[in-house]
T-cell receptor
């Protein structure tokens, strides 16, 4: 059964810092991996989707990498801003289950 | 324009009641989902419907009954509500069901259910 773990559970950084969020999954036979952002009281917004054949995806200040064989992904956020404060969720698709989520990393960027 | 909408946004009710949560998507997607996010913020899939047909039911109690009147709607009816049903329920949709799909899921804003 696929399990997704995210470390750290919470992170607080000063504005302008570069940071890395980690995600690991137990079954490396995934089809894709997604990073989502969840703001308090709101739904999830998809940030990046990496297919199993890809190594990374970039969108603006965000870069997500995937090492399928080791069951790991990282989300790199460059030059963090207070508006980046949110919970970041990692989710993988494998087997017949569309998305299996981690518990998220709660990020606070302090001005 | 809201892509995936849910009503109500908040729902407070007594144990034992029956309640429904509605979801609508205007993206023309074939597949819709219901997820539950518990108090520990753990998000888990409950159901998935493709073209109005149930394709995933992740061992959810049969007190939960999804209903899909058409491809754009997937409503969640809950009978005999229990304290443990308190959670945030998210609806989502995607263009295709195939898990290998490159298509992402679009999520609604969530419905916060509190059972007293």
């Amino acid at each position: 059964k696929q399990e997704v773990t995210q470390i750290p559970a919470a992170l607080s950084v000063p504005e302008g810092e570069n940071l890395v969020l980690n995600c690991s999954f137990t079954d490396s036979a995934i089809y894709n991996l997604q990073w989502f952002r969840q703001d308090p009281g709101k739904g999830l917004t998809s940030l990046l989707l990496i297919q199993s054949s890809q190594r990374e995806q970039t969108s603006g200040r965000l870069n997500a990498s995937l090492d399928k064989s080791s069951g790991r992904s990282t989300l790199y956020i460059a030059a963090s801003q207070p508006g980046d404060s949110a919970t970041y969720l990692c989710a993988v698709t494998s087997g017949n289950t569309p998305l299996v989520f981690g518990k998220g990393t709660r990020l606070s960027v302090i001005a | 324009d809201t892509a995936v909408s849910q009503t109500p946004k908040y729902l407070v009710t007594q144990m034992g009641n029956d309640k429904s949560i509605k979801c609508e998507q205007n993206l023309g997607h074939d597949t819709m989902y219901w997820y539950k996010q518990d108090s520990k913020k753990f998000l888990k899939i409950m159901f998935s419907y493709n073209n109005k047909e149930l394709i995933i039911n992740e061992t959810v109690p049969n007190r939960f009954s999804p209903k899909s009147p058409d491809k754009a709607h997937l409503n969640l009816h809950i009978n005999s509500l229990e304290l443990g049903d308190s959670a945030v329920y998210f609806c989502a949709s995607s263009q295709a069901f195939r898990v290998q799909s490159k298509k992402t899921q679009y999520f609604g804003p969530g419905t916060r259910l509190l059972v007293l």
